[in-house]
């Protein structure tokens, strides 16, 4: 995730660059540059961390007339956050910006014998750029075959001072609009930056890319013809902007995880094989055991992880709460690898367990959203999730990538321990690359769920049930549910209900029952059965229709676990903020609850 705008015209070519990488900051905020080309003047100025840094760097830049010119706000995917990979990324005499991820840089990186001077995927794509051009002498040539050598995601803006007063632009995957007036062409990733600029704006659809000057567009199709452009007026407001047209930030992020999970799978999952980057062969030599610590969320994704990692790795794993862990004097053994999991990176609780770990001269893992935290600064690895900037209080996508990146590892040491079959690994993998459907939102589920929503904003109770992997999805939805709707809600291992809690069932105990087709299906419907005959109302969540449920929640019909949880975590989040909004409730903001805990 990262934001990247663009300027042709002969207004304020800084000012309207830095504010709308203001708007874009949500989208990441490790470093930020611009590039201004006025005839063959250049101005670039680069700064790490926030932009306030950056418009700092870049007060003495004084621009007058027409000119073009790009600029980026990085969530870093390759490449530390540092000066030399922030963009624009420039080559001899031209300069880009991108937001995504080039799958093949490094195969073309081995190709060209440019002067490369950082860590990013990004730079390929100038170099690759003027190698064409030294050899077609046409820029709009070199682009097109620039970017037909591209494998991934990405939104690409590209100056040049082979001709200087146009951009080049490309999308795929990733977010890109124009925006223009009677004066100006504009860029960006999102609506925010474009309004109160742009009358009218068009967006540009996936292999889309073509060339702008002041006075023509050209589009064309990657592979294909020229393609239309279709301008419309951009009439909405900037709050309205923000959320992408959705009410709250977490109805956003809810639909935005079937994108982010491709984000976090990208360079990483292919079918019969997973790596990571960022761990170098032989990092999980000599480890015989994992111990996960986190808070909230975070740590219900570390229980699931758990059972993945047993299960696939065939590797002794718990998982702990941090605030627990820190205090219990626990035993720590040097042959155990210990796995930190925080969307922040600034939770107080696991940083000091991860503290506690290092001091005991354990090998440490975070997995983090949010690159250069201090978890991420402290931790020996990091595997980024990639999940973007998430501003709703109540934690979605970071959730499900952070399971999607421990079902990852579990599938890496699963490899590496030889404890299953290339045919399994293949079968594991292949489900991973489902998840996005898995993850999409159906309007008519949405559609139901608000409608569901409203018989369940009463009573004494929720209890969310689930065995196996889906206890801690249990346990998540019911964290969903109480802090945006503040009902009281337990997640419980359905196979325990009996044994306590059982004695709570009426008909004004609402029971969630996970029930997968794929995992101890039957075990499950015992468990319900016994709630339903003590007449607690049943509302099942399941491919298979169960005629004692009161409600029914129907997901797709999967064969994989893992994607049966993936479709019911967006049930269960919808479920929630559902019941939050007709409580009229703040779902983004809610009461006593803020989005880091830095404190103990
Ligand atoms: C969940 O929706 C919460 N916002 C909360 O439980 C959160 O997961 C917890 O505070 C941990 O935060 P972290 O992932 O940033 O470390």
């Not at 934001?3 to 070519?13: A, F, K, S």
């Not at 059972?307 to 718990?318: D, G, H, N, V």
């Not at 999967?558 to 993936?566: A, D, G, I, R």
Request: aromatic content about 8%; glycine content about 8%; proline content about 3%.
């Amino acid at each position: 995730m990262c934001g990247i705008v663009g300027y042709i015209g002969e207004g304020d070519i800084k000012g309207f660059l830095l504010e709308g990488l203001k708007e874009l900051e949500y989208r990441g905020y490790d470093s930020a540059g611009i590039a201004i080309l006025q005839n063959d003047n250049l101005h670039i100025a680069k700064a790490v961390g926030k932009l306030d840094n950056l418009i700092q760097k870049s007060k003495n830049i004084k621009t007058k007339g027409f000119g073009v010119g790009i600029g980026h706000t990085r969530w870093a995917t390759h490449g530390k956050p540092t000066e030399l990979n922030a963009h624009p990324h420039q080559g001899v005499f031209s300069y880009v910006v991108h937001n995504g991820i080039i799958e093949n840089f490094k195969e073309i990186k081995a190709q060209l014998d440019a002067q490369f001077v950082s860590q990013t995927d990004t730079e390929v794509i100038v170099h690759l750029f003027e190698k064409y051009f030294n050899q077609t002498k046409e820029a709009k040539k070199a682009f097109e075959q620039t970017i037909k050598r591209l494998k991934g995601a990405y939104a690409i803006l590209l100056i040049t001072k082979a001709d200087p007063n146009k951009i080049f632009f490309a999308k795929k995957g990733s977010p890109l609009i124009i925006g223009k007036n009677e004066k100006e062409i504009f860029f960006a990733s999102s609506d925010a930056p474009l309004i109160g600029h742009a009358k009218e704006v068009h967006y540009l659809e996936d292999d889309e890319w073509g060339v702008a000057s002041a006075h023509t567009m050209e589009l064309y199709k990657n592979g294909g013809g020229k393609s239309k452009l279709s301008f419309q007026p951009l009439t909405i407001d900037k709050e309205y902007a923000q959320k992408g047209g959705y009410r709250f930030f977490m109805e956003k992020e809810i639909y935005e995880q079937s994108d982010v999970i491709g984000d976090t799978m990208m360079g990483r999952v292919e079918e019969g094989d997973v790596h990571f980057e960022e761990i170098e062969e032989g990092f999980f030599d000599g480890i015989d055991a994992i111990k996960i610590c986190a808070c909230g969320t975070s740590y219900h994704a570390g229980l699931s992880g758990s059972y993945l990692l047993q299960r696939l790795a065939r590797i002794p794993t718990s998982s702990e709460i941090a605030s627990e862990f820190r205090y219990k004097e626990p035993i720590l053994r040097k042959d155990t690898l210990f796995i930190v999991i925080s969307q922040s990176g600034e939770t107080a609780d696991t940083l000091e367990a991860l503290k506690m770990a290092k001091a005991a001269g354990l090998k440490t893992l975070a997995i983090c959203n949010v690159d250069n935290s201090s978890i991420v600064r402290l931790a020996d690895r990091t595997i980024l999730t990639r999940a973007g900037i998430e501003k709703g209080v109540a934690s979605t996508k970071a959730f499900t990538t952070q399971v999607m990146v421990l079902w990852m590892l579990a599938l890496l040491l699963a490899k590496q321990r030889a404890t299953l079959t290339q045919e399994k690994i293949d079968e594991e993998t292949k489900a991973m690359l489902q998840t996005p459907k898995a993850l999409k939102v159906l309007p008519q589920l949405h559609e139901r769920l608000k409608r569901l929503s409203k018989r369940y904003l009463h009573g004494h109770g929720f209890f969310f049930i689930g065995r196996d992997l889906f206890y801690p999805l249990a346990l998540e939805g019911a964290l969903k549910l109480k802090e945006i709707s503040y009902l009281h809600a337990e997640g419980y291992p359905a196979g325990e209900m009996k044994h306590g809690p059982i004695a709570l069932a009426d008909p004004e105990l609402f029971t969630i029952a996970l029930m997968p087709r794929t995992l101890l299906y039957d075990k499950i419907k015992s468990n319900v059965e016994e709630l339903s005959a003590r007449d607690s109302t049943i509302c099942s969540i399941g491919h298979e229709w169960f005629e004692l449920a009161d409600d029914f929640i129907q997901i797709r019909r999967w064969t994989h676990p893992m994607l049966e949880y993936y479709d019911m975590s967006v049930v269960l989040q919808l479920l929630a903020m559902e019941i939050a909004i007709r409580l009229g409730n703040d779902v983004d903001m809610p009461r006593n609850l803020a989005k880091s805990v830095t404190v103990e």
